[in-house]
Each structure stands twice: as C-alpha cells, then as structure tokens.
C-alpha cells in the first residue's frame, strides 16, 4: 500500500473518531479543515420523569424533563420522516453499479471488475453489484431511485471535508449545523429530542441544531424503565396504578391538568416497553447476527409503528467502505449486510402500514478513483452513488452515468447530479418546507423528481 493510502485510511478514522465526541471537547485539527457540525453543542444525559427513558441530549438550552413534550409530540398528527444512512469512508460508485458495458472498465479495472449482478433498467452499460440484490429487487418494484454520479463540483477529496459539506448540506467549511439539524430548528419543538434521533451513540452532525433539542442512542433497546427506590412487580404495579390516575374524570382544572400529564406519561411507557432492554418484534425476518446497522434499522421501524414522534434519523451502515487494499474482501461483505438490512427495513415498514411515511437517503462522502491501485484497491475520487429508497420514491434514475471516456483530470467519475439539490428536492417535496431557508444559495440548485 502506498504512503499516500495509509495517510488517507488514518483521515478517514480520524474523520469519525473527531465527530464521535463532538460537544465534549474536541482534539487538535489540523489548520485547514473544517469544525465538525455540532462542534460547542453541550451533551447532557437526562431521565424522563415518568418512564426511566435514557437518552443523551444535544443542542437543550437547559437540562429539563421531556417527557410531556415527547407525549404530546406524539399525540399529534403523523408527518413524513426521512432517515440518512451514511456509507463511511467514500463507496466505490463503480462497483455499486458496475459499468460492463463501457468499454474502459475492465481495462481500468483488471483485478477489481465485478460480475454477475444484474442489468440496470435505465442504463444498459451499468449492473447492480450482486451483493445488491435486495436494492435491486426493489428498484424493480419502484421504490428505489438511484443517484449514479452524485457530488459537487470543485470535489475535495478529504475524507474529512468532504463528509463535512455533505453533513452541513454546503460547501462552507465554517458552517456548524446540520442540514437536517436547522429544518429541525425551524419547524420543530423545544421539548421533544425524539424529533432528530441519532442511533450511533453519539451525534451525528447532519442532526446538529442551535435551538432545539436531539437525541442520541447507542440502539434501539436503550430504554428502561423505573422509579427511585422501587422495582420488580411493585414498580409496574405503581406505574400501571399512575397511569390509570390519567383516565379519572374530575371538574377539577388542576386535577384535569394532572390527569391529562399522567395519561401522556403512561402512554410514552406503554410505547416504549417493547423496546425495554430486549428483543425487538418484528413482522420480517431481518439478517442474523448483532449488527448494530441491523437492529438500528429494526428499532426505527418498531419506534415509528409505535407513534414515537421521529422526525429525522441518521444511522451508519455496516462496515467501511475506505477501501485502498483489498477492496473485494472488504466491500462484499459490507453490501451485503447493508442491502439486506435496507431490504428488510423496507419490508417492515410495509407490513406494518407505514411505508408511505418514511424515505430513507443512502449516501457516501465520495466515489473512488476509476482507475484501481496496486493494492487491490481504489483511492479517493469524486462523484459517487446514493439511493432514495421508499414507496412514495420515483423509484427512478437522477442524472446520467458520464461514461469513463469523460474521466475529470485526475481520473475521477464527473457528478452529473448535486447533493444540495438533492436536499432542495427532500425539503421541498417530502418535508414540505421552503429550501431557501436550509441551504445556503438553494435557488441556484436544480430541483429534481424525488417524490411521487
């Protein structure tokens, strides 16, 4: 492996590791790059009164109970939710879609060319890598609309930079909130965490706000439950005697005001509970094993079908997609998990009824380099691949494939397609809000079809 390779493989660790303890306190950057989203945001831990729930906190001006607010979130009417699954590390656009049928590739490409995947319906030259077998069944049914060539222009190939433009939803290196995080201190509550919720522990920086609070988990059965100094039958026996306290009819307005905080606290517990610290139900079968990916996906899907008031989420897919050496070994693997737990999400939704409230963004910070290296791998490019997936998507191509023969000068994929536009065309068509107001010159961005 070059030097240049081990240089990039540590930035790329560095990139997360930086954003891993965003909000407490961040280590030297080196001059250049960009603060991390979320940078100055205060992690606070909290209990909610009634229902032990445990989450960490961004972005609260002070430390409060949230229950009521996520009750009554809750309570009111079911909007759309759109969920981000970052790919780390940069994926390699063509090997997601493989272009058999350019003539370059297998010259560009002697060690790493895929085979054996399918044809793609709107550009015969490309082919669903077959660990992609899920997306492509259902882009088939038309619930998977496909970004081939996805940037920006003037790329930077820092792993770092590049995941920052994309988090923030801009080219600014000096921009400190998330896209998601300021549609969410437009639009959403001061007393619901729930309505940005983070399933990786910690804060992903496209959720970072300055007005309202978000949440972060480490996984879906991060809830317990309890009351100070009692538990075991005793507890649910009190908290089911509490709850009731909530359907007691009175004249009373302060008994009424008590009533009416106590059902939507009951309510909350009853909600969660099927998340308390065990396994998860679900009406699909997802894949084996204890990925985190896998289980992040199961529990958003329990945590909607339940009314939890979800807004926005942001998790990370399986595995590491900076893949400089042994690119086959490693990035079959982490398809594989990744499409089938998107599949299955998906199927999820649908057996529960939910489908047509939730699209889900899959993107990457970056492509790779066309042309592969002498390690069996591909160093950092430009234009890479992202997918919208869900009933209400087009189901859809979004910007051509460029062709190899249109290389840029240093051997990297054109974008054909921008990711602020394509942010401008979530915002407005599926979030239903003004663009203009999330991202910086969105009137100069393209508006695409995204949503039917």
């Known amino acids: 492996m070059s030097a240049r390779s081990d240089i990039t493989c540590a930035e790329c660790t560095r990139a997360d590791l930086v954003r891993a303890v965003a909000g ?39 430390l409060q109970l949230f229950d009521e607010g996520i009750a009554n979130a809750a309570s009111g009417p079911q909007g759309p939710i759109l969920v981000s699954v970052f790919l780390q590390g940069g994926a390699d656009a063509l090997s997601l879609l493989y272009p058999d ?22 550009d015969p030259r490309l082919y669903w890598n077959p660990a992609l077998a899920p997306l492509a069944t259902l882009h088939d049914e ?53 309505q940005g ?16 609070p978000v949440a972060a988990i480490d996984g879906p059965n991060q809830y317990t439950f309890g009351a100070q100094g009692v538990w075991g039958s005793v507890q649910n026996r009190m908290l089911d005697a509490m709850g009731a306290l909530g359907s007691v009819h009175s004249k009373d307005p302060a008994f009424l005001t008590a009533a009416n905080v106590t059902k939507q606290a009951d ?26 990916f896998t289980t992040g996906l199961q529990g958003v899907a329990a945590m909607i079908s339940a009314g939890l008031p979800l807004r926005c ?29 998107l599949f299955s999400f998906q199927r999820d939704l649908e057996a529960r009824g ?15 380099r066309a042309q592969e290296n002498g390690s069996g791998g591909t160093d950092h490019g430009a234009a890479g691949t992202a ?11 979004v910007g051509e494939f460029p062709g190899l023969a249109s290389l840029d000068p240093q051997g990297n994929l054109k974008a054909t397609s921008d990711f602020r536009s394509v942010y401008c065309s979530l915002l407005e068509q599926w979030l239903k809000f003004d663009a203009e107001r999330i991202i910086p010159g969105a009137g100069k961005f393209q508006r695409y079809t995204l949503v039917k």
């Open 387 to 397: 997918f919208l997936i869900g009933t209400r998507s087009t189901g859809t191509a």
């Open 354 to 368: 939910i489908a047509d409230r939730v699209l889900t963004l899959v993107w990457s910070e970056f492509g790779r």
């Open 24 to 62: 407490r306190g961040l280590p030297s950057i080196e001059p250049g790059m960009p603060l991390p989203a979320g940078t100055g945001l205060t992690r606070r831990s909290f209990v909610a009164k009634s229902a032990g729930l445990a989450l960490a906190v961004y972005g609260a001006g002070r």
């Open 142 to 194: 038309g619930k998977v609309t496909v970004l081939p060539a996805v940037g920006y222009d003037h790329p930077d190939q820092s792993h770092f930079t590049s995941r920052h433009f994309w988090e923030v939803g801009a080219t600014d290196p000096h921009l400190l909130t998330g896209w998601l995080g300021r549609y969410l201190d437009a639009t959403g509550s001061p007393d619901n965490p729930l």
């Open 101 to 122: 049928g350019d003539p370059l590739y297998h010259t560009l490409r002697t060690q790493l060319a895929v085979t054996g995947g399918t044809q793609f319906t709107e």
């Open 267 to 292: 309510r909350l517990r009853r909600q969660l509970l099927p998340f308390a610290g065990g396994t998860i139900k679900s009406p699909v079968p997802y894949p084996d094993g204890n990925d985190g």
């Open 197 to 212: 919720l983070s399933i990786t522990g910690s804060l992903e920086p496209s959720l970072a706000t300055t007005k309202v």
């Open 313 to 341: 989420v942001a998790l990370e897919a399986s595995g590491s997609y900076d893949t400089h050496a042994g690119q086959t070994a490693a990035l079959t693997p982490a398809l594989t998990t990744t499409a089938a737990s």
